[in-house]
């Protein structure tokens, strides 16, 4: 089976950490993608001049800001979902369906149980994010036990798990007397509290940032993560120092489970305050994702700025279909080649080669030689 | 066979070599001859150049000046396949077969022999035939190369070069990870191969091997040739002080522990106690009978036997490393109580595979040097494990066993192979635990460390510890050993003392001539029993012949 | 007729009218949406307004292009689908010089300053089945349909009652496309196409999007006949496709946007048959120079027109999949 | 009934058939040690680029020649970032298909000149093998006479795949070139060059499996037509490994459950439902599979 080199791989790239303020290349990533997209837009005949104001307009400015708030918090979420198992070499594919049941279980919960408010959204968001868990946990043990990667599961189950929730809300729980599957609106109890106006941005966003911040933290600085960064760099090498390897990848798997299916929740807690099949796994958070954490080489700290140069990408790219005539199907081209170049050189063995050469020069211990 | 240039000329000659690595002198204007049909030994320490030099003469890594000269003509080695072109072969230290590869496609890949188009496996097999008979290298062209034993699997790699017609053979510490019976089958193989006419060049840490198996050798230190020898004229001491600018101490018996009034640990209670251990293997095959002993506080006893006799079996169920899935009677019990499943913190362990199990290639120095130990409440900051602690230590450590490395925050796989297995030491051993387990502490490790390692063993007995010490290298065992058990099919089939432990008796014990006589020669016996350790009887077919 | 005409749509047409239209979705292989598009645009030429189209990808986006419409304070803002039934709840009333329209649905809630249209396709689809069961001969008919929605089964369930209408015997199969891309995956609705087809159906409905010329490939190659939805798909595959569901969306956006372009905005335009808004090609008056296999059935088609003005005079009911 | 049964068969073959030739590119670049995630974009760009090229031509045969250039053209981006400069496959990967599906729908109406669907009567799809005069063999007729010429090659290609790599001087190379490229570049063997053949060849075929999609599947293009079947074929690569037949069985096992959820929907099962089959089915013979081969794995050692 091909899990000896996609282990390699995940060991490769989990392996790839170092500290913090190696940002020369990314910057050289995004300079050589402007280059090239700039060409395209002269190719196709648009004015560069309009898109990229265009570009930054749809993403920050006329009170967009919120909507790409509104999208990188789950992004966000997708991306610790994904990079969380990675430290331990495991890829967690499936977001899309553990993002889709949590939500389901978060609406499910908040239109059929009354709840006191606070509790009204506190405990959905619990509830979507143990979903989530529960979803991406199997793939641990599928692994360990009957020896299939959770490459594969994680991408087996997901589809099943998407389609049990547009089940779910298609039948079950469905709105009656409405075109789409959806639920009917949550109560407004459960819904998540605003921060401004618009209701876009919402405590989901220091909610994931907390997260975040305490994701790296336990990476960085605990006995958890330290652990689980030794299970990626070499398996056999953590369970000769003690660590318990077996379940290190139960609870990472779930862990990054869990940020997919609170990600559910909070769409779902989120307007349109219902769950509306399609709806989560339409943006493509989890790819999006995906392409983020690489992007960030198995730098921590990295993966909030990748996720948001990501998400400005893609709302700015509405905002520059709107305002700079770009047509939609450009803005994906430009995407997908700023992914592709970006990846280029930021990801680039040679590169990263070379700028670990230029970083051995100190001489600790020749002392004692 | 293709001769250019004058048959006067050296077989290959490398000419002021110079090779850095950043600021690194890897190699500093080193000039060697191999002579035709010779065996050249290149010795040196850990990190001395060797194996940057042979990858040059290789075509691996291209020098920053200096060249190669093929009997006598300057050649140009970009790549290895220009290297294979002139006549060069390489056996790498960690082999480089494919493993779901056949022995014969193993051997023939990139020269193969075509019928039509089709590789001809038969015309393949032939050929290995004759070349096994031509040099004594028996193997099975049909069985997979990840299956091997080590052993067969480094005459596929000789055969793999001579199969190419390789006048230079280059063989990087092949014997590292080789049984002594393995290495002195090899040896024979390499005396036949420069009766042809091929030259071998030999990169070694072991210099009883030089001695006897070279016809001359280059010393290396710090990049630079220091010594020149016609190995028949010279000494061990002479090569040592080469190779390390001061002779090795006198081999001494480790002093007895402190205090201890008669000088022996004989009355103590056991620290560490094996009873009755049986381990079968998955397929309910037994890989451990009943083997009990036991070891004391300040005590060294030595565990030797041929490779797949149960020490892994034995180390793993003692370490409490042993995957689950396999039923065990009989117990180990550490100072009384039963070890803990999973890894027993209270023994340390240094594992004989340094890169797969013992180190995390990627991970700082300073990352490695506490794993096992990253619970301690030493090493917590306010919240968490502090970095500053964990540098702090490995700073400590690195200073006290003399590790060479540019940075603790380096990635271990930065040191070379002798520091990075003083890194392991330091790290089991700084650990204090009542009971050290050590599996072949000196494997391709150079004779200053090798020194070193065996004192700090030393220290560790004295300081009271009981070590369980296994390993291939006899003279280690001797050296240090209060008593070994010898190990043969998963039992203990013989215990001697160290000082009455003499290579002829060990090695009797170790082939199973005390336990069953009348057993076949020490040869069939390595390699079947190791063919059975690796891919396990059920599917176990003739890989020698 | 709302409140601050000096300030909104009556300010904008004083300089420049303009009109925007909101996709729910990328519009790509829809038809339906590129027909909300195509009359928008040809109305916005007929009445000298500038058009711009947003595309959405997501619920999210939906309500960001909304609010970048009201920034933009075009003469109207377009909606089409039900996906705006959220939006449209709270954005008009936070805006109320502003005219907004919405296609094919409404809120609850409507606030003046929302139009909405609306259609009746299922009684369109029930005329499509009034044709399939007559010209059925196994009496098996089947849709391939793109997922399982509710929406959807606007065209299935009528559909299935018109030919039953006609034909008690006749039975009906639904499939539908799903997979991970079920409205643009033509192999896939060929494909249930064919399986239908193995089961004995003659005459199969074709509600898969862009996997409508699947299922039409595969009626060609088994001599089955199929029926378009949205436009006339009958030039697509000539003789295979009977007739069509169509919407005329662009027809009823076109009096929309006029009626708000001239200040008469509000309520809720629901089209049927009686409005001309849905149909069937049978009905058409220039129908022999189409290329529908209908053509050739001159009692299907008289059939046709009388059930529709049976429909039109109320004397038959046909059952809104929604409404239960 | 054995006609039902027949019709069964060839309408597995039909759905497999696209998934089969990626999956078989896939299966290459695994076999040379390059991760290919790409394949979906590449089907999708391969579907795209032999309708135009059989529009622009008016012939079918020019229309498959076009696309399988184009995508081997296409794939080079992957062979030469991935493996020349050493970038993450994986992120090159995701790229690579999001830029396949913007590229697609925006040439398609330069190209095309139409949005969505193109699809014409002027537009020549590849001829059938009843057609071609093969209607009247028994089984292959029924099973096979409505497919294109390319179903039962893509069968054959397999075959000539496995037999390519187990018996050919460049099928072995390539086999120890993904098993261990450090041996392998030791042994004078040009690994890049090597990993490159892998991954144009993977392009070629998914450009093959691009056209069978859209000229013999059907004969049309649609926006985002390839619809997650090269997803199933990164999927099959993944179970199957680096063995041809073994990546072939996990197309058609996928094929197989997911014609059962097809023909379990006209018996009352949910379309969602239906949609899970193919990978609930897949998941559990996985599972079956590995408890089974539990007992008898023998771990990976390299030397
Ligand atoms: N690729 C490399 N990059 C940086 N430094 C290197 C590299 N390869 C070797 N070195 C350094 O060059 C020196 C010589 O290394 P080399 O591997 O040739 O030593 P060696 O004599 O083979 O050692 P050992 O006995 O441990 O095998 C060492 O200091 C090593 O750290
Ligand atoms: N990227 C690198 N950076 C620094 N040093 C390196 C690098 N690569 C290799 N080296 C040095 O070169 C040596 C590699 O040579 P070789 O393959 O002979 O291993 P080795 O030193 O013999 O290790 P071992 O004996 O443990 O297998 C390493 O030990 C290390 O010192
Ligand atoms: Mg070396
Ligand atoms: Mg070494």
Same mark, same amino acid.
């Given at each position: 089976?091909?899990?000896?080199?996609?282990?390699?791989?995940?060991?490769?790239?989990?392996?790839?950490?170092?500290?913090?303020?190696?940002?020369?290349?990314?910057?050289?990533?995004?300079?050589?993608?402007?280059?090239?997209?700039? &060409?395209?837009?002269?190719?196709?005949?648009?004015?560069?001049?309009?898109?990229?104001?265009?570009?930054?307009?749809?993403?920050?400015?006329?009170?967009?800001?919120?909507?790409?708030?509104?999208?990188?918090?789950?992004?966000?979420?997708?991306?610790?979902?994904?990079?969380?198992?990675?430290?331990?070499?495991?890829?967690?594919?499936?977001?899309?369906? @553990?993002?889709?049941?949590?939500?389901?279980?978060?609406?499910?919960?908040?239109?059929?149980?009354?709840?006191?408010?606070?509790?009204?959204?506190?405990?959905?968001?619990?509830?979507?994010?143990?979903?989530?868990?529960?979803?991406?946990?199997?793939?641990?043990?599928?692994?360990?036990?009957?020896?299939?990667?959770?490459?594969?599961?994680?991408?087996?189950?997901?589809?099943?798990?998407?389609?049990?929730?547009?089940?779910?809300?298609?039948?079950?729980?469905?709105?009656?007397?409405?075109?789409?599957?959806?639920?009917? &609106?949550?109560?407004?109890?459960?819904?998540?509290?605003?921060?401004?106006?618009?209701?876009?941005?919402?405590?989901?966003?220091?909610?994931?940032?907390?997260?975040?911040?305490?994701?790296?933290?336990?990476?960085?600085?605990?006995?958890?993560?330290?652990?689980?960064?030794?299970?990626?760099?070499?398996?056999?090498?953590?369970?000769?120092?003690?660590?318990?390897?077996?379940?290190?990848?139960?609870?990472?798997?779930?862990?990054?489970?869990?940020?997919?299916?609170?990600?559910?929740?909070?769409?779902?807690?989120?307007?349109?305050?219902?769950?509306?099949?399609?709806? &989560?796994?339409?943006?493509?958070?989890?790819?999006?994702?995906?392409?983020?954490?690489?992007?960030?080489?198995?730098?921590?700290?990295?993966?909030?700025?990748?996720?948001?140069?990501?998400?400005?990408?893609?709302?700015?790219?509405?905002?520059?279909?709107?305002?700079?005539?770009?047509?939609?199907?450009?803005? @994906?081209?430009?995407?997908?080649?700023?992914?592709?170049?970006?990846?280029?050189?930021?990801?680039?063995?040679?590169?990263?080669?070379?700028?670990?050469?230029?970083?051995?020069?100190?001489?600790?211990?020749?002392?004692?030689? | 066979?293709?001769?250019?240039?004058?048959?006067?000329?050296?077989?290959?000659?490398?000419?002021?070599?110079?090779?850095?690595?950043?600021?690194?002198?890897?190699?500093?204007?080193?000039?060697?001859?191999?002579?035709?049909?010779?065996?050249?030994?290149?010795?040196?320490?850990?990190?001395?150049?060797?194996?940057?030099?042979?990858?040059?003469?290789?075509?691996?890594?291209?020098?920053?000046?200096?060249?190669?000269?093929?009997?006598?003509?300057?050649?140009?080695?970009?790549?290895?396949?220009?290297?294979?072109?002139?006549?060069?072969?390489?056996?790498?230290?960690?082999?480089?077969?494919?493993?779901?590869?056949?022995?014969?496609?193993?051997?023939?890949?990139?020269?193969?022999?075509?019928?039509?188009?089709?590789?001809?496996?038969?015309?393949?097999?032939?050929?290995?035939?004759?070349?096994?008979?031509?040099?004594?290298?028996?193997?099975?062209?049909?069985?997979?190369?990840?299956?091997?034993?080590?052993?067969?699997?480094?005459?596929?790699?000789?055969?793999?070069?001579?199969?190419?017609?390789?006048?230079?053979?280059?063989?990087?510490?092949?014997?590292?990870?080789?049984?002594?019976?393995?290495?002195?089958?090899?040896?024979?193989?390499?005396?036949?191969?420069?009766?042809?006419?091929?030259?071998?060049?030999?990169?070694?840490?072991?210099?009883?091997?030089?001695?006897?198996?070279?016809?001359?050798?280059?010393?290396?230190?710090?990049?630079?040739?220091?010594?020149?020898?016609?190995?028949?004229?010279?000494?061990?001491?002479?090569?040592?002080?080469?190779?390390?600018?001061?002779?090795?101490?006198?081999?001494?018996?480790?002093?007895?522990?402190?205090?201890?009034?008669?000088?022996?640990?004989?009355?103590?209670?056991?620290?560490?106690?094996?009873?009755?251990?049986?381990?079968?293997?998955?397929?309910?095959?037994?890989?451990?009978?009943?083997?009990?002993?036991?070891?004391?506080?300040?005590?060294?006893?030595?565990?030797?036997?041929?490779?797949?006799?149960?020490?892994?079996?034995?180390?793993?169920?003692?370490?409490?490393?042993?995957?689950?899935?396999?039923?065990?009677?009989?117990?180990?019990?550490?100072?009384?109580?039963?070890?803990?499943?999973?890894?027993?913190?209270?023994?340390?362990?240094?594992?004989?595979?340094?890169?797969?199990?013992?180190?995390?290639?990627?991970?700082?120095?300073?990352?490695?040097?506490?794993?096992?130990?990253?619970?301690?409440?030493?090493?917590?900051?306010?919240?968490?494990?502090?970095?500053?602690?964990?540098?702090?230590?490995?700073?400590?450590?690195?200073?006290?066993?003399?590790?060479?490395?540019?940075?603790?925050?380096?990635?271990?796989?930065?040191?070379?192979?002798?520091?990075?297995?003083?890194?392991?030491?330091?790290?089991?051993?700084?650990?204090?635990?009542?009971?050290?387990?050590?599996?072949?502490?000196?494997?391709?490790?150079?004779?200053?460390?090798?020194?070193?390692?065996?004192?700090?063993?030393?220290?560790?007995?004295?300081?009271?510890?009981?070590?369980?010490?296994?390993?291939?290298?006899?003279?280690?065992?001797?050296?240090?050993?209060?008593?070994?058990?010898?190990?043969?099919?998963?039992?203990?089939?013989?215990?001697?003392?160290?000082?009455?432990?003499?290579?002829?008796?060990?090695?009797?014990?170790?082939?199973?001539?005390?336990?069953?006589?009348?057993?076949?020669?020490?040869?069939?016996?390595?390699?079947?029993?190791?063919?059975?350790?690796?891919?396990?009887?059920?599917?176990?077919?003739?890989?020698?012949? | 007729?709302?409140?601050?005409?000096?300030?909104?749509?009556?300010?904008?047409?004083?300089?420049?009218?303009?009109?925007?239209?909101?996709?729910?979705?990328?519009?790509?292989?829809?038809?339906?949406?590129?027909?909300?598009?195509?009359?928008?645009?040809?109305?916005?030429?007929?009445?000298?307004?500038?058009?711009?189209?947003?595309?959405?990808?997501?619920?999210?986006?939906?309500?960001?292009?909304?609010?970048?419409?009201?920034?933009?304070?075009?003469?109207?803002?377009?909606?089409?689908?039900?996906?705006?039934?959220?939006?449209?709840?709270?954005?008009?009333?936070?805006?109320?010089?502003?005219?907004?329209?919405?296609?094919?649905?409404?809120?609850?809630?409507?606030?003046?300053?929302?139009?909405?249209?609306? !259609?009746?396709?299922?009684?369109?689809?029930?005329?499509?089945?009034?044709?399939?069961?007559?010209?059925?001969?196994?009496?098996?008919?089947?849709?391939?349909?793109?997922?399982?929605?509710?929406?959807?089964?606007?065209?299935?369930?009528? !559909?299935?009652?018109?030919?039953?209408?006609?034909?008690?015997?006749?039975?009906?199969?639904?499939?539908?496309?799903?997979?991970?891309?079920?409205?643009?995956?033509?192999?896939?609705?060929?494909?249930?196409?064919?399986?239908?087809?193995?089961?004995?159906?003659?005459?199969?409905?074709?509600?898969?999007?862009?996997?409508?010329?699947?299922?039409?490939?595969?009626?060609?190659?088994?001599?089955?006949?199929?029926?378009?939805?949205?436009?006339?798909?009958?030039?697509?595959?000539?003789?295979?496709?009977?007739?069509?569901?169509?919407?005329?969306?662009?027809?009823?956006?076109?009096?929309?946007?006029?009626?708000?372009?001239?200040?008469?905005?509000?309520?809720?335009?629901?089209?049927?048959?009686?409005?001309?808004?849905?149909?069937?090609?049978?009905?058409?008056?220039?129908?022999?120079?189409?290329?529908?296999?209908?053509?050739?059935?001159?009692?299907?088609?008289?059939?046709?027109?009388?059930?529709?003005?049976?429909?039109?005079?109320?004397?038959?009911?046909?059952?809104?999949?929604?409404?239960? | 009934? /054995?006609?039902?049964?027949?019709?069964?068969?060839?309408?597995?073959?039909?759905?497999?058939?696209?998934?089969?030739?990626?999956?078989? *590119?896939?299966?290459?670049?695994?076999?040379?040690?390059?991760? /290919?995630?790409?394949?979906?974009?590449?089907?999708?760009?391969?579907?795209?680029?032999?309708?135009?090229?059989?529009?622009?031509?008016?012939?079918?045969?020019?229309?498959?020649?076009?696309?399988?250039?184009?995508?081997?053209?296409?794939?080079?981006?992957?062979?030469?970032?991935?493996?020349?400069?050493?970038?993450?496959?994986?992120?090159?990967?995701?790229?690579? /298909?999001?830029?396949?599906?913007?590229?697609?729908?925006?040439?398609?109406?330069?190209?095309?000149?139409?949005?969505?669907?193109?699809?014409?009567?002027?537009?020549?799809?590849?001829?059938?093998?009843?057609?071609? *005069?093969?209607?009247?063999?028994?089984?292959?007729?029924?099973?096979?006479?409505?497919?294109?010429?390319?179903?039962?090659?893509?069968?054959?290609?397999?075959?000539?795949?496995?037999?390519?790599?187990?018996?050919?001087?460049?099928?072995?190379?390539?086999?120890?070139?993904?098993?261990?490229?450090?041996?392998?570049?030791?042994? *004078?063997?040009?690994?890049?060059?090597?990993?490159?053949?892998?991954?144009?060849?993977?392009?070629?075929?998914?450009?093959?499996?691009?056209?069978?999609?859209?000229? *013999? /599947?059907?004969?049309?293009?649609?926006?985002?037509?390839?619809?997650?079947?090269?997803?199933?074929?990164?999927?099959?690569?993944?179970?199957?490994?680096?063995?041809?037949?073994?990546?072939?069985?996990?197309?058609?096992?996928?094929?197989?459950?997911?014609?059962?959820?097809?023909?379990?929907?006209?018996?009352?099962?949910?379309?969602?439902?239906?949609?899970?089959?193919?990978?609930?089915?897949?998941?559990?013979?996985?599972?079956?599979?590995?408890?089974?081969?539990?007992?008898?794995?023998?771990?990976?050692?390299?030397?």
């Amino acid at each position: 089976m091909s899990a000896v080199r996609l282990g390699s791989l995940a060991r490769g790239r989990a392996a790839a950490l170092g500290p913090l303020g190696r940002s020369a290349p990314a910057v050289l990533a995004v300079a050589g993608a402007l280059v090239v997209t700039t &060409l395209v837009m002269l190719v196709v005949g648009v004015d560069p001049s309009d898109a990229y104001p265009a570009l930054i307009r749809g993403a920050v400015a006329d009170g967009n800001l919120e909507y790409t708030i509104g999208a990188f918090v789950p992004t966000l979420g997708m991306a610790l979902a994904f990079a969380i198992p990675l430290r331990t070499g495991e890829f967690n594919l499936g977001g899309d369906g @553990q993002m889709a049941l949590g939500g389901v279980a978060a609406a499910a919960l908040a239109l059929r149980v009354p709840l006191p408010p606070g509790v009204a959204v506190a405990l959905p968001l619990v509830v979507a994010a143990l979903t989530g868990a529960v979803v991406a946990g199997i793939s641990a043990p599928l692994h360990t036990r009957f020896g299939i990667p959770a490459i594969v599961t994680t991408l087996l189950v997901s589809t099943p798990a998407v389609a049990l929730s547009s089940y779910l809300v298609r039948f079950p729980l469905a709105e009656p007397r409405t075109g789409i599957a959806e639920t009917p &609106l949550l109560p407004d109890a459960a819904h998540l509290p605003a921060i401004g106006a618009s209701g876009y941005v919402t405590i989901g966003l220091p909610l994931i940032l907390l997260l975040t911040a305490g994701w790296i933290y336990v990476d960085r600085r605990t006995v958890a993560g330290y652990e689980i960064r030794a299970t990626g760099a070499n398996r056999e090498f953590a369970r000769y120092g003690g660590v318990r390897v077996d379940r290190l990848a139960v609870v990472t798997m779930a862990g990054g489970g869990a940020f997919a299916g609170l990600v559910g929740g909070l769409i779902v807690l989120g307007p349109p305050f219902r769950f509306v099949d399609g709806a &989560l796994t339409a943006p493509g958070y989890t790819f999006t994702a995906i392409a983020a954490v690489l992007l960030a080489t198995g730098r921590p700290i990295a993966v909030p700025f990748t996720v948001a140069l990501m998400t400005i990408l893609q709302v700015g790219g509405e905002g520059m279909e709107r305002d700079a005539g770009v047509p939609s199907q450009l803005t @994906q081209v430009i995407q997908g080649l700023v992914i592709v170049i970006v990846a280029a050189l930021a990801t680039t063995r040679v590169l990263r080669e070379r700028r670990a050469r230029r970083a051995q020069e100190i001489d600790v211990g020749e002392a004692n030689a | 066979m293709p001769t250019g240039g004058d048959s006067e000329a050296p077989a290959a000659e490398l000419v002021g070599i110079t090779k850095r690595f950043g600021p690194v002198v890897a190699n500093d204007g080193i000039d060697l001859a191999i002579r035709r049909g010779e065996i050249h030994g290149v010795v040196g320490e850990n990190g001395a150049g060797k194996s940057t030099l042979m990858s040059i003469l290789y075509g691996l890594r291209r020098p920053d000046s200096g060249h190669v000269l093929r009997n006598g003509t300057r050649v140009r080695l970009r790549s290895p396949a220009e290297a294979i072109g002139h006549g060069l072969g390489m056996v790498h230290q960690r082999f480089r077969l494919f493993p779901d590869l056949t022995v014969a496609e193993n051997i023939v890949i990139g020269a193969e022999p075509t019928r039509r188009g089709v590789v001809d496996l038969a015309a393949a097999g032939r050929e290995i035939e004759r070349l096994g008979e031509v040099f004594g290298l028996y193997v099975d062209p049909a069985s997979r190369a990840g299956r091997l034993p080590v052993g067969v699997r480094q005459r596929v790699e000789i055969l793999k070069a001579l199969y190419r017609e390789a006048e230079v053979l280059i063989l990087d510490e092949p014997t590292a990870v080789l049984t002594p019976g393995e290495a002195a089958r090899l040896f024979d193989v390499l005396k036949t191969v420069t009766r042809t006419g091929t030259s071998v060049v030999l990169v070694t840490h072991k210099l009883s091997e030089v001695l006897t198996a070279t016809d001359r050798v280059t010393v290396l230190r710090r990049g630079r040739v220091t010594g020149r020898f016609v190995t028949a004229e010279t000494t061990a001491d002479e090569l040592v002080i080469a190779m390390i600018g001061r002779s090795l101490g006198p081999p001494r018996r480790p002093a007895a522990p402190d205090g201890e009034p008669d000088g022996t640990p004989a009355g103590r209670p056991y620290a560490l106690e094996v009873d009755g251990l049986t381990v079968l293997d998955r397929d309910g095959v037994p890989r451990l009978s009943d083997v009990s002993f036991g070891v004391r506080p300040g005590e060294i006893v030595g565990i030797a036997g041929v490779a797949g006799s149960g020490q892994r079996e034995l180390i793993d169920t003692v370490t409490g490393l042993r995957p689950p899935g396999s039923a065990t009677s009989g117990g180990v019990l550490l100072s009384g109580r039963p070890v803990r499943r999973g890894r027993e913190p209270a023994i340390a362990y240094v594992p004989e595979d340094r890169h797969g199990r013992a180190t995390a290639a990627t991970m700082s120095l300073a990352e490695n040097l506490v794993m096992g130990d990253h619970r301690t409440p030493a090493l917590r900051g306010r919240a968490g494990l502090s970095a500053a602690a964990v540098r702090e230590r490995a700073r400590t450590l690195v200073e006290r066993f003399a590790i060479r490395a540019a940075s603790v925050g380096d990635p271990i796989s930065a040191l070379s192979g002798g520091n990075a297995q003083k890194a392991v030491l330091a790290r089991e051993l700084s650990r204090g635990t009542p009971v050290i387990v050590v599996e072949e502490p000196t494997q391709g490790v150079d004779v200053g460390a090798q020194e070193q390692i065996h004192g700090l063993l030393s220290e560790a007995r004295a300081a009271g510890q009981a070590v369980l010490l296994q390993s291939s290298e006899l003279s280690e065992l001797r050296a240090l050993a209060d008593r070994i058990l010898v190990m043969f099919e998963g039992r203990v089939v013989a215990e001697l003392a160290g000082d009455e432990a003499t290579e002829e008796r060990l090695g009797a014990a170790m082939t199973g001539a005390t336990a069953t006589p009348g057993q076949a020669a020490p040869a069939a016996e390595t390699e079947s029993s190791a063919t059975a350790r690796e891919q396990g009887p059920a599917d176990a077919k003739g890989t020698t012949r | 007729a709302c409140g601050g005409d000096s300030t909104g749509p009556a300010a904008a047409s004083a300089s420049t009218k303009s009109i925007i239209l909101i996709t729910p979705n990328p519009v790509g292989t829809d038809s339906f949406l590129q027909l909300g598009v195509k009359g928008a645009q040809e109305t916005a030429k007929e009445i000298g307004a500038s058009f711009k189209l947003y595309e959405s990808k997501d619920p999210t986006s939906i309500a960001q292009n909304v609010d970048a419409a009201v920034r933009a304070k075009p003469t109207v803002i377009v909606g089409i689908s039900f996906s705006f039934d959220d939006v449209f709840t709270t954005v008009p009333k936070q805006h109320p010089g502003q005219s907004f329209l919405e296609i094919d649905s409404c809120p609850k809630a409507q606030a003046p300053n929302l139009t909405c249209v609306s !259609f009746k396709e299922h009684e369109a689809a029930y005329l499509a089945g009034v044709e399939a069961g007559l010209l059925s001969k196994s009496g098996k008919l089947g849709v391939v349909a793109a997922l399982d929605s509710p929406f959807i089964h606007r065209w299935i369930d009528p !559909f299935f009652a018109g030919a039953a209408s006609v034909n008690p015997k006749a039975t009906g199969t639904p499939l539908f496309v799903g997979g991970s891309n079920p409205f643009s995956d033509p192999a896939r609705a060929k494909s249930q196409a064919q399986t239908l087809i193995g089961r004995g159906v003659d005459v199969i409905e074709a509600a898969a999007s862009g996997g409508n010329q699947g299922v039409f490939e595969a009626a060609a190659a088994a001599g089955a006949k199929a029926f378009g939805v949205d436009v006339d798909q009958c030039p697509q595959s000539p003789g295979n496709v009977i007739d069509n569901v169509i919407k005329h969306v662009d027809v009823a956006e076109a009096a929309a946007i006029k009626d708000i372009a001239a200040g008469k905005a509000g309520g809720v335009k629901v089209y049927g048959l009686a409005e001309d808004g849905v149909g069937v090609n049978a009905l058409d008056t220039d129908l022999t120079s189409s290329k529908c296999a209908v053509a050739a059935s001159p009692d299907v088609i008289a059939k046709v027109k009388q059930v529709r003005d049976d429909i039109v005079a109320g004397k038959i009911t046909v059952a809104d999949p929604l409404a239960g | 009934m /054995n006609i039902l049964e027949l019709t069964f068969v060839a309408s597995v073959l039909t759905a497999t058939t696209p998934v089969v030739l990626a999956a078989l *590119g896939g299966l290459l670049c695994s076999v040379s040690g390059v991760f /290919n995630m790409a394949l979906e974009g590449q089907m999708l760009w391969g579907a795209f680029t032999a309708v135009s090229f059989s529009h622009l031509t008016g012939s079918a045969w020019w229309g498959v020649a076009g696309g399988v250039a184009a995508t081997a053209l296409y794939s080079a981006v992957l062979s030469v970032l991935a493996v020349t400069f050493r970038a993450d496959p994986v992120v090159i990967a995701v790229g690579m /298909n999001l830029l396949a599906l913007g590229l697609t729908a925006f040439l398609m109406r330069q190209i095309l000149g139409v949005g969505g669907t193109y699809t014409s009567p002027d537009l020549h799809g590849l001829p059938t093998l009843a057609g071609m *005069g093969l209607d009247h063999v028994p089984v292959i007729g029924p099973v096979l006479g409505s497919q294109s010429p390319l179903v039962p090659a893509a069968f054959v290609l397999v075959a000539a795949t496995a037999w390519w790599l187990r018996r050919t001087r460049s099928g072995l190379r390539l086999r120890g070139i993904g098993q261990h490229p450090e041996a392998a570049e030791s042994l *004078g063997l040009k690994v890049g060059a090597y990993r490159h053949g892998a991954v144009l060849a993977a392009g070629a075929l998914c450009g093959l499996a691009g056209a069978q999609l859209a000229l *013999g /599947n059907v004969t049309l293009f649609s926006e985002g037509m390839s619809a997650g079947r090269g997803w199933v074929a990164v999927v099959a690569v993944m179970l199957g490994g680096v063995r041809p037949l073994r990546v072939l069985s996990a197309c058609l096992l996928f094929g197989v459950a997911e014609a059962l959820g097809f023909r379990l929907q006209g018996a009352g099962l949910p379309q969602q439902l239906a949609d899970a089959a193919p990978y609930v089915i897949t998941l559990l013979a996985l599972i079956l599979a590995g408890a089974a081969g539990r007992r008898r794995r023998t771990p990976l050692e390299t030397a």
